[in-house]
């Protein structure tokens, strides 16, 4: 009789997940959906599972892919909330015996995934979402408290067999300003949108669902709004645009911390009629009808390491607007797949407004931002899935 051949256990581990919406979760999920499709694989995905049973039947119960839940804290930020990991959540990550974890975040199941991958020699890979100092001061707000979580996060980085970076400015970073010592690899991000194959039928029919004329100046902002991403930049660069006398229809897709101060200046800065704040959209055709009628993704952020948002907006045509000099604009070229500009309300409307005098021009950079930032997470995670085997190869289970 032919003896099965034994699948690869995999856990795909991280502190935050559905019903929460972020780049991060949606890393999680698209890697474990390419993950379970691949006969010789069984994934895992390692998360705190929601408070509510009303989220559980929205975001779990289709999922195509095993979840291993433990509870929340109730302690967090944002949106955030701390794992809490019981006796029989730990005696069920323990006895699930994987081959390999790899983990989206450094706080406690992390923690808890390096203390089992040393008891059962099962190796870490761990992907670095975070510039981390960023966040530490934003909520720290104490500069030796910020220098601690520093040497911890360092502490915690170099514990993995092997760390995935974004991009290779991330790959420097990590190493220059975090610590990191190990080895590493470039993995990109993806996106699950597929270019639409009708965006001229999809982008009319959206026109009208928005009450818009067709050719608007419409811009787009996908993320969570917080000042740290520039939602407050592209608020005040499009005051200048109106004082230019160009009409135009803004959309803030997401939630997040700063969005009653977003709010108020919306109010404050008269804009009430020009910008639209949707709130969280989980349906990836509404997030499409947006992109579609979109003329430019804005995206002045400085504390993203990299937004799977500009390959969405590039899927349906649309190029990114960002400032220089960020991790977040790696592979963006001025005036070739994307437009980068300096830091300042006024420079960011200004380079608004060059984008939009020239027409031609600008679908020339929708084009070629297509051809260079769209991939999808089929090629991303059987990039990832090789370096999987390198780091099994060579950290091999004791019998």
């Known amino acids: 009789m032919e003896q099965k051949e034994k699948k690869i256990k995999i856990a795909i581990v991280c502190d935050v997940f559905y019903p929460l919406i972020d780049g991060v979760v949606r890393v999680v999920d698209n890697y474990a959906r390419e993950l379970c499709k691949l006969p010789h694989v069984d994934v895992t995905v390692v998360v705190p599972g929601p408070r509510k049973q009303e989220d559980f039947d929205k975001f779990y119960k289709d999922l195509p892919y095993k979840v291993m839940?433990?509870?929340?804290?109730?302690?967090?930020?944002?949106?955030?909330?701390?794992?809490?990991?019981?006796?029989?959540?730990?005696?069920?990550?323990?006895?699930?015996?994987?081959?390999?974890?790899?983990?989206?975040?450094?706080?406690?199941?992390?923690?808890?995934?390096?203390?089992?991958?040393?008891?059962?020699?099962?190796?870490?890979?761990?992907?670095?979402?975070?510039?981390?100092?960023?966040?530490?001061?934003?909520?720290?707000?104490?500069?030796?408290?910020?220098?601690?979580?520093?040497?911890?996060?360092?502490?915690?980085?170099?514990?993995?067999?092997?760390?995935?970076?974004?991009?290779?400015?991330?790959?420097?970073?990590?190493?220059?300003?975090?610590?990191?010592?190990?080895?590493?690899?470039?993995?990109?991000?993806?996106?699950?949108?597929?270019?639409?194959?009708?965006?001229?039928?999809?982008?009319?029919?959206?026109?009208?669902?928005?009450?818009?004329?067709?050719?608007?100046?419409?811009?787009?902002?996908?993320?969570?709004?917080?000042?740290?991403?520039?939602?407050?930049?592209?608020?005040?660069?499009?005051?200048?645009?109106?004082?230019?006398?160009?009409?135009?229809?803004?959309?803030?897709?997401?939630?997040?911390?700063?969005?009653?101060?977003?709010?108020?200046e919306v109010k404050r800065l008269g804009l009430e009629n020009e910008v639209v704040l949707t709130g969280q959209l989980s349906s990836t055709d509404e997030l499409i009808d947006i992109y579609s009628i979109s003329k430019l993704f804005l995206f002045p952020s400085k504390f993203d390491v990299d937004c799977l948002v500009k390959r969405e907006a590039a899927s349906c045509l649309v190029p990114s607007v960002m400032l220089e000099n960020t991790y977040t604009n790696a592979e963006i070229i001025d005036g070739v797949n994307g437009y980068i500009c300096g830091e300042g309300d006024e420079v960011f409307a200004e380079k608004i407004i060059e984008a939009l005098g020239d027409e031609k021009k600008r679908q020339e950079v929708a084009k070629q931002a297509k051809e260079t930032l769209f991939w999808n997470w089929k090629d991303a995670v059987g990039f990832a899935y090789k370096i999987y085997e390198e780091v099994l190869a060579k950290n091999p289970k004791k019998p």
């Open 69 to 264: 839940m433990c509870k929340m804290s109730g302690v967090g930020f944002d949106g955030y909330n701390q794992p809490r990991m019981s006796g029989a959540f730990k005696k069920e990550f323990r006895e699930a015996k994987f081959d390999l974890i790899h983990s989206h975040s450094i706080f406690s199941l992390y923690k808890f995934a390096l203390k089992v991958g040393k008891e059962q020699n099962i190796p870490v890979i761990l992907t670095v979402h975070s510039q981390f100092r960023p966040d530490y001061k934003r909520y720290l707000k104490f500069a030796p408290l910020v220098w601690w979580w520093m040497k911890l996060t360092k502490w915690k980085l170099n514990k993995c067999n092997m760390l995935f970076s974004i991009n290779e400015r991330m790959d420097v970073y990590i190493r220059n300003e975090v610590g990191y010592r190990g080895g590493s690899r470039v993995v990109r991000n993806a996106t699950h949108f597929k270019p639409p194959a009708d965006l001229t039928k999809i982008r009319k029919q959206a026109y009208q669902k928005f009450g818009l004329e067709e050719g608007a100046n419409v811009f787009s902002f996908v993320g969570r709004l917080l000042i740290e991403k520039g939602v407050l930049i592209i608020l005040r660069a499009l005051a200048i645009v109106k004082e230019r006398g160009i009409p135009f229809k803004m959309f803030y897709v997401g939630s997040g911390f700063d969005e009653k101060q977003l709010r108020a």
